[in-house]
């Protein structure tokens, strides 16, 4: 069975420092993994898929499936990023979600 | 414009009634998914559709079923609400061109709140 797993359910920090939200997987198959945000008031929309290494908004995420991690990282957090953050993982034919993690970026 | 809709926004309603929960999308999208999320709790998918007349269940054992008459229309009913069901409901559509492209656009969602 796949699993989304994400540690903390809460990151504070203060704007300009850096940021790593983590994000682990269990599948048996090649992972195709996503990173989910949802601003207040907002949907929830697609931040970025691993598949095209493209850094949106200052993020970046890369596959490390040694570790089976998903990690979303930026250097330089800011205010505006504060959201909630969902790692995703699509296997067997349908998308699952982590538990999320929520990030608070302090002026 | 091209768009997801979900309603009712909110529904509060008692113990035993039959209710539906509306989706609708204007993308043109084949693929249609329904979660369900508890607050600080992961999005459990409950039902996805590829396409008209299919329906699939979820990881989440689920009292709900969908129908996929039309592309644009999946809404999920349930029979018999019970306190249990008191969630949020999400739905999203995917245009599926494949799974390293699966981009999931969502609704607004339904809150329902069951007494």
């Known amino acids: 069975a796949q699993r989304v797993t994400q540690p903390e359910k809460l990151l504070s920090v203060f704007k300009g420092a850096p940021v790593e939200l983590k994000c682990n997987y269990s599948?048996?198959?090649?992972?195709?993994l996503f990173w989910y945000v949802q601003y207040s008031r907002q949907r929830l929309q697609l931040l970025l898929r691993h598949i095209s290494r493209e850094s949106i908004k200052g993020f970046t995420a890369d596959l490390n499936k040694g570790e089976t991690s998903f990690h979303l990282k930026k250097p330089f957090a800011q205010e505006e990023d504060s959201a909630m953050y969902y790692c995703?993982?699509?296997?067997?034919?349908?998308?699952?979600f982590g538990a999320g993690t929520r990030l608070a970026v302090h002026p | 414009e091209a768009d997801i809709y979900q309603t009712p926004r909110y529904l509060v309603i008692g113990t035993g009634k039959k209710i539906t929960l509306e989706c609708s999308q204007t993308m043109g999208h084949d693929k249609m998914y329904w979660y369900q999320q508890d607050p600080g709790m992961e999005l459990h998918l409950i039902h996805y559709?590829?396409?008209?007349?299919?329906?699939e269940k979820g990881d989440l054992s689920s009292e709900s079923t969908v129908s996929r008459i039309r592309t644009e229309h999946f809404p999920l009913t349930l029979e018999s609400a019970r306190p249990s069901h008191t969630s949020q409901y999400l739905c999203?559509?995917?245009?599926?061109?494949?799974?390293?492209?699966?981009?999931?656009?969502f609704g607004s969602g339904t809150q329902l709140s069951v007494l």
């Open positions: 599948y048996s198959g090649s992972p195709e």
């Open positions: 995703a993982l699509f296997g067997y034919n349908k998308l699952i």
């Open positions: 559709s590829y396409g008209v007349n299919s329906t």
């Open positions: 999203a559509s995917s245009d599926w061109t494949g799974a390293a492209n699966e981009k999931l656009f």
